[in-house]
DNA sequence: GTGGTCTAGACCACA
DNA sequence: GTGGTCTAGACCACT
């Protein structure tokens, strides 16, 4: 599970967790049924109080992405294909959608946008599958 | 001076009032020299209690971004063009870059990626006309 | 943490703290890492209202001397050797700038200045050792 | 009449004028019976609102530094040797104090400081020796 | 426990 | 008219 916090962004430590967590198990990185990093170890690993990492588990629960085994752990809940896609979508949406008021607002043209966005798109996707090869 | 405040956002006042304040300055809507609403002009507008505009400005004085001239009221700085040049580039860059890794993320093609983010474009576009030529 | 208001300098508050703590990080009487006083502290000590401390903090985080740890407290910040050296001297040639220029202004001889320079030194820092013998 | 007004310092204008024009009284670069500059003349030549310059003579007036010959102007009004040099004495051994003062804490060693004073106050000298030659 | 934010309202200083 | 400072007190978020 790979996590990265950012302490000077002034989001939220348990809200940073949750964020990436959720889109993880949005992307199907973290997969049904699979366990999540137990508290103690993920809070270990992150150099962040337990009870931070715990707030966002239970938060997690709460949001239904997540289920707690008594005794053994947390794991990734079931969640509707239909559901997935349609939160996929949305989240997709809206980070396009600030990016698209941004360009404008500055008035860098469409195609130049559109290219930059491709740029950038391939330049994380060799990079996430040259990680994915290790 | 047009502004808009979600109250429900989570996001401090003052920090959304910087955040715009700041953009429209970077893309030129407020120019060098112009003036911003009075603290308690634009407190009374937004409904906020004028410290909240006070905190706001004081710290786009702080950025570098406004002067105030004692008495008289607040004005847009001199920034060097090139510096908000780089600024403008920077803050497209990451918001870009932010959409990018969510799409390879969830595994939505470069193409469809990019003809969203055109299509958005567009409507944001016509949309910023239409209330220029009111 | 030791800090002393004037409430009849005409200087807000808020900037004597900032004055203040600024110069005994730069000092190295507030060493990296070390812990300040919490803002209700400090501000029940020197009976003024808590948000007039917390003002002071945010603008020294602001200024990079501080970081705060949300939920912990505000701690001293890591600051580049070099450029607190260079922060140091240049505060020293100002304000020793200021009393040559009163010096021959007035014209006081110079060598009559650097004797009460001398002066003023060792009964200031005479005292300061005393203190730090206590 | 030579003044610098410093926009970004935090110090009213008024103040600064006060306290520039003091200084020349007690040095004798203006002396007993000379005219100040018009309101109005160096309300222009400094850019700044004309009821800033008038209240700074008001109050130099007050302070007895200064006399107001009705339909001529202001004049610099006699004051007494002994109290000049009073003042003087006093505005040396404050500014002096608080080099000795940030000499100390930033433990920069006694004859480090004098001789860096006799270097700027040479400096300053020769500097203003060519000004009076011009 | 920590700091952050906001309000309502007072008073001051500046131009 | 402008912004700056401070207070008293409430409520929130984080650890």
Redesign the pocket.
């Known amino acids: 599970m790979l996590l990265e916090i950012d302490h000077h962004s002034g989001v939220?430590?348990?809200?940073q967790v949750i964020e990436q967590v959720r889109r993880q198990i949005m992307a199907g990185q973290l997969s049904e049924g699979q366990q999540l990093d137990s508290v103690r170890e993920l809070a270990g690993r992150l150099r962040?109080?337990p009870?931070?990492i715990s707030?966002a588990y239970a938060l997690l629960e709460v949001e239904g992405l997540a289920e707690r085994r008594r005794g053994i752990g947390l794991f990734v809940a079931r969640v509707q294909t239909s559901q997935k896609e349609q939160t996929k979508a949305r989240l997709l949406e809206e980070i396009l959608k600030k990016a698209a008021v941004t360009a404008v607002q500055f008035e860098m043209p469409e195609e130049e946008a559109a290219r930059m966005l491709v740029d950038l798109y391939r330049k994380h996707d060799s990079k996430t599958r040259s990680y994915s090869n290790e």
């Open positions: 939220p430590i348990y809200r962040v109080n009870m931070t707030k």
